[in-house]
């Protein structure tokens, strides 16, 4: 079933590719995962630091520490077909982390943008597969 807007390459729709580009996006979702925990982990410094440790209470630390530690566990389970899912899910106890400092939230709106381009560079992997514009959908024709 063609698509009307849908181009096809120009050695038609090919085969299965010879390497899934898909299995290399996991690794670029486990690196993003890993990066943000780092990030989000350093948050407790600030939490620690400003304002001479008002924000460092038992919930704020916890709090930030479940949440970068999560990130960490999900970065292992990304061949998982609801990861996806999850790593978006993920963003939203950062981007309301506000009431326990704003760079919480910064953290969150700051990767809430790199999910945005890697939903979209998925996007348009899956969009070259359908038309048969990855090379390697063509070796051996």
Do not use: C
């Not at 038609?12 to 690794?27: N, R």
């Not at 566990?73 to 400092?101: E, R």
């Not at 899956?126 to 390697?136: P, S």
């Amino acid at each position: 079933m063609k698509r009307r807007n849908q181009q096809m390459g120009p050695l038609g729709p090919g085969q299965q590719p010879v390497k899934d580009p898909m299995s290399g996006l996991t690794g670029v979702l486990s690196g993003t995962l890993i990066m943000e925990a780092i990030t989000v982990l350093l948050i407790l410094t600030v939490i620690l630091k400003v304002d001479d440790g008002v924000h460092w209470t038992t919930f704020n630390w916890v709090y930030v520490t479940v949440v970068g530690l999560a990130h960490v566990v999900m970065a292992f389970f990304q061949k998982k077909p609801a990861a996806l899912w999850i790593d978006l899910a993920l963003q939203i106890p950062l981007i309301f982390g506000f009431f326990i400092h704003w760079s919480v939230t910064a953290v969150g709106i700051i990767f809430g943008i790199v999910w945005y381009f890697v939903i979209r560079m998925r996007s348009e992997i899956v969009q070259r597969m359908r038309g048969g514009y990855l090379t390697t959908q063509h070796l051996g024709t």
